[in-house]
C-alpha cells in the first residue's frame, strides 16, 4: 500500500485549494486576455503613448471618479513614454486598450497591425510649430528664413515639408526649448498645451501654428484596441467607450481633481502645466460635425488622412482599407433631422 505523509498531503492540498481560490476569484478570457477580480470587476489595461499629462486627461477622469467602476471595469492605466509601443501592445494582446493618434493606427494597419479605433477625444491634432511672436510669423506662408527643428521623418513633418515653400528654411532634426529661448529665427515642432508653457514660463514669446491649418489632422488621444475583442466582447469594448466618454466630459469641465492625480502620477506635471494645458485642449476636444458627440470620427475624415500618408509616401496604396481602422459603432449616432 502507498503510504503519503501528512505533511506531504497537506502541503498537497494546500496548493489546491489555493489554485481554486485563485480560479474562482479570479476568471480569465484566454481570448481576450481580460480576467474578473473577486467583486466582479473586469480588468483590463489601457496604455498611454507619452507620460502621463493633460491629453490623456479623460481617461485618469474616468478612472479617479469611479466612471470605469461603475461600469463594471477595473482599469489599470499604463504610462508611455519615447517609442512607446502602444499599437503593437494592443495587437498582440499584451494590452486591452492604447492610447494613440490617426496617422499612427493607418501606419500600425500597414504592417497588419490589428488595430482599431473606437473614440477619438481630440477633433483637433494638438501638432504645432512653435514661432517668436517677434519675428512677425503668423501663420505658414511667412513661415520663410528660420532655422526648424522638427521630426522630419514623421508624416506630418513630411506632409509640411511637401505643403509650403520654406523659403529659406534650414532644417533640424529634434527640437529644444532651450534654444528657442536664445534665438528669435528659430522655430520648432511643439504640442500647443506642452513647450508654448515652457517658453511662456521663461520669458519666452511663443506663436503656435497649428499644423491642422495645413489640413492635416489626425484625431489625436485616440482610443484603440483589437478588432477581435470587439468581436468576441463588444459590450466590454462598450463600457469602456461609454466610461472613457464620460471622463472625457468631466475632465473638459472640471479638471481640478483629476490634474491633482495626474501630478501624482508624473510628477515632472506640475499643476500650472497641466490647467494650461487643459485650457488649450478644450478648443480642440469640439466636435464640429453637426449632431456629433463627444468621440466623434467621421469616415470622411479617416480617408482624407489615408489619401495624405499616400501622398507622403508614408504608406503604399492599396495597403489599408481605411473604413477597417475605425468603428462608430459603440458612439452616440448624430440624430437625423
Given amino acids: 500500500m502507498l503510504l503519503i505523509s501528512r505533511k506531504y498531503f497537506q502541503t498537497t492540498l494546500a496548493g489546491l485549494l489555493l489554485a481554486l481560490v485563485c480560479l474562482s476569484g479570479c476568471k480569465g478570457d484566454s481570448q481576450s486576455g481580460t480576467t474578473q477580480t473577486p467583486d466582479g470587476l473586469t480588468k483590463v489595461t489601457l496604455m498611454l503613448n507619452w507620460f502621463p499629462e493633460a491629453e490623456h486627461g479623460g481617461f485618469y477622469a474616468a478612472l479617479k471618479h469611479g466612471y470605469y467602476k461603475e461600469a463594471g471595469l477595473e482599469v489599470e492605466i499604463i504610462p508611455g513614454g519615447p517609442g512607446s509601443p502602444v499599437q503593437q501592445k494592443v495587437a498582440r494582446g499584451d494590452v486591452t486598450f492604447g492610447v494613440t493618434n490617426a496617422d499612427d493606427v493607418l501606419l500600425a494597419r500597414a504592417q497588419e497591425a490589428d488595430v482599431v479605433a473606437v473614440m477619438a477625444p481630440m477633433q483637433t491634432s494638438p501638432r504645432c510649430i512653435m514661432v517668436h511672436k517677434s519675428s512677425g510669423i503668423e501663420n505658414f506662408d511667412q513661415l520663410k528664413n528660420v532655422t526648424l527643428a522638427m521630426s522630419g521623418g514623421k508624416a506630418w513633418a513630411q506632409f509640411l515639408k511637401q505643403t509650403l515653400p520654406l523659403d529659406g528654411v534650414e532644417l533640424q532634426e529634434g527640437a529644444a526649448v532651450a534654444k528657442f529661448l536664445t534665438d528669435e529665427n528659430y522655430a520648432q515642432q511643439a504640442y500647443i498645451f506642452s513647450e508654448p508653457f515652457v517658453a511662456e514660463q521663461e520669458g519666452g514669446d511663443p506663436v503656435s501654428l497649428l499644423v491642422s491649418e495645413l489640413s492635416f489632422n489626425p484625431y489625436a488621444s485616440v482610443l484603440i484596441t483589437k478588432q477581435s475583442l470587439i468581436d468576441e466582447q463588444p459590450e466590454l469594448v462598450q463600457k469602456m467607450v461609454t466610461a472613457s466618454i464620460k471622463g472625457w466630459e468631466k475632465y473638459l469641465a472640471e479638471p481640478v481633481e483629476t490634474n491633482a492625480y495626474i501630478h501624482e502620477q508624473n510628477e515632472e506635471m506640475g499643476l500650472e502645466i ?55 459603432s459603440f458612439l452616440k449616432q448624430p440624430a437625423e433631422n
Fill in 274 to 328: 497641466l490647467a494650461y494645458g487643459v485650457e488649450a485642449m478644450k478648443p480642440l476636444c469640439v466636435v464640429k460635425e453637426q449632431g456629433g458627440s463627444t468621440g466623434h470620427m467621421t469616415a470622411e475624415r479617416w480617408k482624407t488622412l489615408h489619401q495624405q500618408l499616400i501622398d507622403v509616401k508614408v504608406i503604399e496604396p492599396n495597403t489599408v482599407d481605411p473604413m477597417k481602422a475605425f468603428t462608430t
